[in-house]
């Protein structure tokens, strides 16, 4: 697979630059009372229900993350024990939004390993999410679009505040915003999460360069534009929007292993042009989620095309996996340039089914453009990778697959469900590009690691990239 050409290369890293020097909001916070601090702790500001919100003082948990007060959020415990029901408290505030903003939360969460959550399947055990719901009226009404993030469960570094954040754009007709902490009780289990330091901004909608060449990129006239196979379909549900008043949402053909469902347009090109392919994606505990054991993942691919029709080369990434964050729309960029002789591109989006059956991913908001000529200004940065690891679970080997957006030196550690370091794999220089290593099971010492949970992390560009590993003794 190639990579893009040295010049797109070197505008991406001047924009991924110029947006790291100029980080930061110049407009204040929206939320008030977002520290909790209010008359000495209180949730003055926000409406709650349920009887789960509580707060954390020095007087009671003493867990908070700036000052004395945190919010603390438990479940609702109705009939238990005997036969769980879906029960869910919270606490938000509503804000006014503006039709074309986006608005983005960002906070921090704690989970304490004296009253942790149970279970690693995310979507069967209780589980905390932050919220951004969009409403047609400015009470009651019905949400007409969602994004969310999973802050707290069983899968949560413990003993630690965990930052988090979400974005999404205020769609036409919205006329509420509701910013929601929830508490989602499928099970009787107990546990309880804590969140700190909340804070929303409005701030000017995403763009990305050139001009899109997609047909029906956002799916308000269902999949009109797009070539399918397997099993894609049009989807109008508020759950499954990113943008109203459509998505697409695919999942697997059900037929011999490794095959895929897809979607894709195609256009002429003239060759040795440079190309951006740009694509939202998200799967959910709402349906069929791709989590835990479950193999499938979604890619987005660029296929480069000869006068004939013959396949030149390609450029894809994977843009969701059984690592994804549940119920969050997230971004995903594949960057490319065309051989000298190509005529034409397909832009693909995929769902592969190497063998597991079920499981469903959604896209939103799509767009292909030519970028041999775009400003560095105008080139959105593109991200490292860290891919899941293959097998998993796994006994006594596993691979695992990243990608670096630029070169530089990082590190990669395997730490255990406790946040301790069992051993480092590789610390060092690496070029841009993909780079894969092994992992034989064992500790620094030499000794094998017991089965479990482990998490692998890159570190790189400023930031820590994590996986869930299984090892199965």
């Known amino acids: 697979m190639k990579r893009p050409r040295s010049l797109l290369l070197f505008l991406i890293t001047l924009f991924f630059l110029t947006v790291i020097s100029s ?35 020095a007087d009671t948990d003493n867990i908070a993350r700036t000052d004395s007060t945190a919010a603390k959020i438990y479940g609702e415990f109705t009939g238990c024990p005997g036969s769980p029901q879906f029960d869910v408290g919270g606490f938000g505030q509503i804000i006014t939004p503006v039709a074309g903003m986006d608005y983005e939360l960002n906070g921090y969460s704690y989970v304490s390993s004296l009253d942790s959550i149970s279970g690693t399947n995310t979507c069967d055990y209780n589980r905390t999410v932050a919220k951004l719901a969009f409403f047609d009226a400015a009470s009651g009404g019905s949400e007409i679009s969602v994004n969310e993030v ?37 099970a009787c289990d107990t546990g309880s999460v804590f969140v700190d330091d909340l804070s929303l901004y409005e701030t000017e909608p995403s763009s990305f360069p050139g001009t899109n060449l997609l047909a029906n990129p956002s799916f308000t006239s269902g999949l009109t534009g797009w070539t399918t196979f397997g099993n894609v379909y049009a989807d109008s549900r508020a759950f499954a929007l990113r943008t109203i008043t459509g998505s697409a949402k695919l999942f697997g053909p059900f037929a011999a292993p490794g095959d895929a469902s897809g979607m894709f347009q195609t256009f002429p090109i003239t ?10 994606s998200m799967t959910t505990c709402q349906e069929s989620p791709i989590n835990e054991t479950n193999d499938n993942y979604g890619t987005a691919k660029i296929v480069y095309l000869d006068s004939g029709g013959n396949e030149l080369d390609f450029d894809e990434i994977v843009i969701l996996d059984n690592n994804s964050p549940l119920g969050k729309w997230e971004n995903h960029s594949v960057y490319g340039t065309a051989p000298a002789d190509a005529d034409s591109i397909k832009a693909y989006i995929l769902f592969v089914q190497p063998t597991s059956s079920g499981g469903a991913f959604w896209v939103d908001d799509a767009w292909l453009s030519d970028v041999t000529t775009t400003d560095a200004e105008d080139i959105p940065a593109p991200a490292s990778k860290l891919y899941q690891n293959s097998p998993n679970p796994f006994n006594p080997t596993t691979r695992i697959n990243y990608y670096l957006a630029k070169a530089g030196n990082i590190e990669i550690n395997v730490y255990d469900v406790l946040g301790r370091k069992v051993v480092n794999l590789f610390s060092g220089y690496r070029e841009a590009g993909t780079h894969d290593l092994l992992w034989n099971g064992k500790s620094a010492s030499g000794a094998d690691a017991a089965s479990g949970v482990y998490y692998c992390a890159l570190k790189a560009d400023g930031m820590t990239l994590t996986r869930k590993m299984v090892l199965l003794r």
């Not at 413990?158 to 954040?165: G, I, T």
């Open 23 to 57: 980080e930061g909001f110049a407009q204040s916070n929206m939320l008030v009372n977002s520290g909790f601090e209010a008359n000495g702790g209180s949730y003055d500001g926000w409406f709650t229900f349920g009887s789960g919100p509580q707060l954390s003082t």
């Open 150 to 186: 999973v802050i707290g469960d069983g899968n949560s570094v413990l003993d630690q505040w965990n930052h988090f954040s979400i974005s999404a754009p205020c769609p036409a007709g919205a006329q509420r915003l509701e910013v929601l902490v929830l508490f989602l009780q499928p």
């Open 271 to 280: 060759g040795d042009t440079d190309w951006v392919f740009n694509v939202y």
